[in-house]
């Protein structure tokens, strides 16, 4: 399997802080099976103001620190982009890393606001020739008042990428909810970890495929976590999606114990 969104870069950001516990993600990813990780710390202006430079020389050193440790993983270099109007200029330029260095980048909007301007910028950057990969709106606060706007970001081109964990329900009711709506509409591209560290956001993909598989089938879930990935890292295109028409109403909204939003502190970045 492939993972590309992985906060497994020591010190970088809010994913792993030392060394020592990217080790031990790397080694729980290659138990789980993954064969390849996009590192992918966030870029976020004025937060985490990381570039190309500083990523790729992370990444070169923890790739010498797997194989010292016999940790067969393949690194690659990405980012985590913050939605921002810089993107425009700094994705092209190479001052933010995109996919290993494809024309492919992961893109992540606010959790809790709504930019005004996301389909615009979306769509500025496809005609650029540079496609965004949307990254997990099934935690997105505001994906129910403003589910119109994944769903045009999809028709437009952006590609999904949905979190592993919030499929089998690690980051509540919501996010399995609108993780489990998505597949079903046929929205997903991509599954990923997003993971952030050993325990509470461990690098765990096979648990999101086995999910996924269930929904949509095990060849379908297969592509998700392994296929359009490989694809993505050679840079090629990804084929077209066959959606669902799904009606909401046959998937009630659920809420959880603490409420219809009580996982919105819950899995961050």
Not at 250 to 268: I, T, V
Request: net charge negative; proline share 7%.
């Amino acid at each position: 399997m492939i993972d590309l969104h992985c906060h497994i870069l020591p010190g970088i950001d809010d994913g792993a802080k030392k060394l020592a516990v990217s080790l031990e993600m790397g080694r729980i990813a290659q138990q789980d099976g993954i064969e390849a990780i996009a590192c992918t710390p966030h870029i976020t202006p004025g937060v985490f103001n990381n570039d190309a430079w500083i990523i790729h020389d992370a990444v070169e050193k923890l790739q010498e620190a797997f194989l010292a440790e016999g940790i067969d993983i393949q690194l690659f270099s990405g980012a985590d982009i913050h939605v921002s109007p810089d993107m425009a200029t700094n994705v092209p330029n190479g001052s933010w890393p995109s996919l290993a260095g494809t024309r492919y980048f992961l893109f992540e909007p606010p959790h809790h606001v709504l930019p005004p301007n996301i389909v615009k910028l979306a769509k500025s950057m496809l005609n650029a020739g540079w496609i965004p990969l949307l990254t997990h709106p099934e935690r997105l606060t505001w994906i129910e008042a403003h589910y119109d706007v994944i769903k045009t970001l999809d028709e437009a081109g952006v590609l999904v990428q949905i979190t592993a964990g919030a499929i089998t329900g690690r980051f509540g009711e919501r996010p399995q909810y609108w993780s489990e709506r998505l597949l079903e509409e046929g929205r997903v591209d991509v599954i990923a970890t997003d993971a952030h560290s050993i325990r509470g956001r461990p690098p765990l993909l096979r648990e999101g495929f086995e999910a996924a598989a269930r929904i949509t089938g095990e060849q379908a879930a297969w592509a998700m976590v392994h296929d359009t990935p490989l694809l993505i890292l050679n840079n090629q295109a990804v084929p077209q999606k066959r959606r669902n028409n799904v009606s909401a109403k046959s998937r009630p909204a659920r809420k959880g114990r603490h409420g219809l939003f009580g996982w919105l502190q819950r899995g961050k970045g």
